[in-house]
């Protein structure tokens, strides 16, 4: 029932993304043309603003710091120790990367109302999908440049630790790069869902609401699996809204390679691909959402 | 007045805030109608919570009007052209706190779709005109308030608009920065830019504007130029050095004279046939005529004036 309830509902939302475009093509289609620079100039100026928040690049020092701190635990044989650097690496940028959307996110659009630099923005030449756009394609290239610079930490932690223990016998360090960089990736494209998500909700509610159905949705979209298995055994009513959960949160642990990758267990590109293109899907109903909220809200 | 004539019109606009606490709901703008036409420096003034703000607001399409309409330049603000031709100064200069000038301005800049070249020339023209060249790298947040708000008109400009509005723009301004801010504005002025400002000091209001719109509880409760406000002078003014006592109380006395205080004859314009009279028997009585004058009442008297029959 669940997975044709899913389909139905991906179907329901790929056409409503064709209505919408359908509808107000005639509204968008001259405008397109000075769209796109505005989407790009909001979004250089929030990663710009990203750069500059003292808090971001204390935190990233800190994360740094742990991935590079387990190189240290010199009590684990290198099998193990690669296991807890690949698992701990990845956790690490994950716990990270999904505090950081939250925090970038849910503060972005609440905080440019609440300070009233949306004033100056909105009287200008600028619609406010292109705003809510800009936003967004600015939290996509802070995410994507902290993931970056982490999986390259990350990485860099392995091959340095690769090369300290290839000469002792009976070692067998095996970093396993292609799959840590492949999980690394997967984890940027799940915060890109949950970006979406909570800007969504941001247009419409307080920060202080917004910050909390983040983390009610991160954890659910984490549980997706176990949210199935309590629908099947559920009746009447809450299985019906346990469905409902299912389908309309977005399935974040989908994007979650960590533990195949550390347990080097083989990796399915595919599903890992179905994946991208099933959020690239629900992303693009959500932020079409966002932008239709964001326009009749009263800043 | 032709519609051709002015550039922003508004008719019957109201808004209404609802709120579950007040489903009734609470009227910010009740029933406005007004026009600013080409080339003039409107200027609406009001009490605070009397709906200026949220007359702006709408006008920019920042929030929405529960009845009415606006147009400007004949067309609603949704149309981007028109939000290509217009500059807002928002009260109490809210721009990216961690951004110096030149940054702030080539971003706005940005948004009109200019060139890098062009940009960087709009930076060093608006940066000169505000008078901001020597601190064009200080974050917004280390500016004084002054600063802060000719940047924020500096990013009003960058598009060289036809229409500006402004709101309050002398707000929090020492008096040094305010004299500096009206001086930018009779500048904007003279270049023939037509401005709509809110403001709550009518000083500078009497200053740069030719209309004036008094707002109250929402409402338009008087409109026109200052002389249209004012009115004409209802009496006359007299000063006198030297008119003491016995002969002050003489001349209190002499037909057309309303009253004598602190060296002031006031007589009513009405009486203007006895001022002759009165001038020669002060003369006479050892009075020294310094001047006479028939003012006009000040704005601040038409808006106590205006706003006081209203609250009636």
């Known amino acids: ?299 | 007045m032709s519609n051709e004539e002015a550039v922003l019109q508004v008719e019957g606009l109201t808004k209404i805030y609802r709120s579950l606490f007040t489903p009734a709901g609470v009227k910010a703008v009740d029933d406005l109608n007004l026009s600013v036409r080409r080339g003039e420096t409107y200027s609406i003034v009001g009490p605070n919570g009397s709906g200026k703000t949220t007359t702006l607001k709408i006008l920019l399409g920042l929030i929405f009007p529960t009845g009415g309409t606006t147009s400007i330049f004949g067309k609603g603000i949704s149309d981007l052209s028109v939000r290509a031709r217009i500059g807002f100064l928002p009260e109490d200069a809210y721009l990216y706190d961690c951004f110096n000038g030149e940054e702030l301005l080539d971003f706005y800049a940005g948004l009109f779709g200019f060139s890098s070249r062009r940009r960087a020339e709009l930076v060093e023209e608006l940066l000169s005109l505000v008078g901001m060249q020597a601190n064009r790298r200080v974050p917004f947040r280390e500016c004084s308030k002054g600063m802060r708000q000719r940047l924020a008109l500096a990013q009003a400009l960058v598009n060289d608009p036809e229409l500006l509005i402004l709101d309050e723009p002398t707000s929090g301004l020492d008096p040094a920065g305010r004299h500096q801010m009206t001086r930018l504005i009779l500048e904007l002025k003279r270049r023939g830019k037509t401005i709509l400002l809110c403001s709550h000091f009518l000083a500078e209001v009497e200053e740069v504007c030719d209309r004036v719109g008094i707002m109250y509880r929402g409402r338009l409760v008087a409109e026109g130029t200052l002389a249209e406000l004012a009115g004409e002078p209802t009496e006359i003014l007299i000063t006198v050095t030297g008119l003491e006592g016995a002969a002050a109380e003489k001349v209190g006395g002499q037909a057309g004279v309303m009253e004598v205080r602190d060296g002031v004859v006031r007589m009513s314009k009405a009486d203007e046939g006895q001022l002759w009279a009165v001038l020669e028997f002060i003369h006479r009585a050892g009075g020294v005529i310094v001047e006479v004058t028939r003012p006009r009442p000040t704005l601040q008297d038409v808006f106590v004036r205006a706003i006081g029959e209203e609250a009636k």
């Open chain 1, 1 to 299: 029932m669940s997975a044709a309830l899913g389909k139905l509902l991906f179907i329901i939302g790929l056409a409503i993304v064709a209505a919408v475009v359908a509808i107000t093509r005639k509204a968008w289609a001259p405008a397109a043309g000075h769209a796109l620079p505005s989407i790009w100039r909001i979004a250089k100026i929030t990663v710009a603003e990203a750069r500059r928040r003292r808090v971001i690049q204390a935190v990233m020092v800190l994360v740094v710091m742990i991935i590079v701190s387990m190189n240290f635990f010199s009590y684990l044989s290198p099998h193990e120790q690669s296991r807890m650097l690949i698992s701990g690496g990845l956790a690490s940028i994950t716990v990270f990367g999904i505090l950081l959307s939250i925090f970038v996110a849910a503060f972005m659009i609440p905080q440019e109302i609440e300070n009233r630099t949306v004033y100056a923005i909105l009287s200008k030449p600028v619609r406010r999908f292109e705003f809510v756009m800009g936003k967004y394609l600015g939290a996509l290239i802070i995410l994507g440049a902290i993931i970056g610079i982490l999986t390259v930490v990350l990485v860099g932690v392995l091959v340095f630790q690769d090369r300290l223990v290839q000469d002792l016998p009976d070692s067998k360090f095996d970093p396993n790069l292609g799959p840590v960089v492949f999980a690394a990736i997967m984890s940027y494209f799940a915060l890109a869902v949950l970006t979406a998500l909570i800007i969504l909700i941001s247009t419409v509610a307080s920060t202080t609401m917004t910050v909390l159905s983040a983390f009610i949705i991160w954890a659910v979209g984490s549980l997706q699996s176990q949210i199935y298995e309590l629908a099947e055994n559920a009746a009447g009513a809450t299985k019906l809204l346990l469905f409902i959960i299912y389908n309309v949160v977005p399935k974040l642990e989908n994007f979650d390679f960590r533990h195949q990758v550390s347990n080097m267990m083989p990796v399915s590109v595919i599903s890992g691909w179905h994946a991208v293109i099933h959020g690239i899907g629900y992303t693009l109903v959500v932020l079409i959402l966002a932008a239709i909220f964001f326009n009749d809200r009263q800043v």
